[in-house]
């Protein structure tokens, strides 16, 4: 599966006028048994604090201790 985006539509296509930087907040997807590649990019200080469900659902993301 491939997706495509224009991120000129990710605000309705209107400019930033803000003359602050617009972040863009990816959401990414994978299939139950793909692991090869996922960055350990979750710190343990904020794992630490999370519900036993979110541990469930960021296990292969935390970073060692």
Known sequence: TALIRDVRCWHGGTANNSGHPR???PAEYYASW???GLPKCLPYEH???MSPR???L???I???R
């Open 47 to 49: 794992y630490e604090k």
């Open 34 to 36: 793909f692991r090869g």
């Open 62 to 64: 935390v970073k060692d």
């Open 58 to 60: 960021c296990r292969y």
């Open 23 to 25: 972040p863009m907040t």
């Open 54 to 56: 979110a541990h469930h």
